[in-house]
């Protein structure tokens, strides 16, 4: 369970605080996928931060039970003079591991990531894309309750996007997901529940067709808090009354 007691988060800037959340309660549901939607900007990766436990907020309490893994995707983290092999031993030292299972965690990351000789080279020889093969092959090895997945199966070449997702879906068998995707198609497939974060509110829909559609009307209106929850049939009225009228035959009145 993650709950959030009257969490504010906001970081200073020249023309003042700029607030990702605003007095925000709220408890993630067990046992349960979610996808979180917003704009860029809108603090996603803040969000994935506060609940990994990377951030802490600048108000409010954040309670956890579970355990819960880094944010899959995000390429930074590692030691760039250290080798690929140095950083997982290191990360399985920190997570307990013993010599045992962090020799079949180095073998496994070794394996998925398909990166060869360079496992054994210092990580800022790495390309971006190198580095996000190694720091998903490392999460795939390693068990967590909750896991934060920030666009992660995009990386790589067709035939290895294709072992991500496959080992994606085993890992979402295992455990709970929060994933942030701007492909709103990917979402609706592999989320069970929704949570929309806009204009430092943030709400949780447990219809995911609910969600995106709310989503999509807030964001296309640029609508600003308080903002209200449409049920589905209504948010469809509004969302193709947007249509562009008609236009007008020359000469016409």
């Not at 900007?41 to 579970?66: F, H, V, Y």
């Not at 929309?196 to 709400?203: A, D, K, N, R, S």
């Amino acid at each position: 369970m993650i709950e959030f007691q009257n969490v504010t988060k906001y970081y200073p800037t020249r023309a003042g605080r700029h607030y990702i959340l605003k007095d925000v309660s709220f408890t993630l549901p067990p046992l349960t996928n979610i996808g979180l939607l917003g704009r860029n900007g809108a603090g996603k990766s803040t969000m994935m931060r506060l609940i990994g436990g990377a951030e802490n907020p600048s108000a409010g309490k954040i309670i956890k039970d579970c355990s819960v893994s880094w944010p899959l995707g995000l390429v930074g983290g590692f030691q760039g003079s250290m080798t690929g092999v140095e950083n997982v031993k290191f990360i399985c030292k920190i997570y307990g591991l013993d010599i045992a299972q962090t020799r079949d965690v180095v073998e496994y990351v070794s394996e998925f990531s398909e990166i060869g000789k360079f496992m054994d080279m210092p990580v800022k020889t790495y390309s971006s894309g190198m580095r996000a093969r190694v720091t998903f092959g490392l999460s795939m090895a390693m068990y967590f309750d909750l896991y934060l997945v920030d666009e992660l199966t995009a990386v790589g070449d067709p035939q290895f996007r294709a072992k991500a997702e496959k080992a994606f879906d085993e890992l979402r068998a295992r455990s709970t997901i929060i994933f942030v995707s701007h492909n709103l198609a990917t979402v609706a497939k592999v989320c069970d529940t929704i949570a929309v974060l806009h204009q430092g509110e943030f709400q949780l829909f447990e219809d995911v067709q609910e969600g995106i559609e709310n989503y999509t009307y807030w964001t296309q209106n640029n609508l600003e808090p308080p903002l209200k929850r449409y049920p589905k049939e209504v948010v469809k009225k509004k969302n193709s009354s947007k249509k562009a009228p008609a236009k007008k035959a020359p000469g016409g009145t």
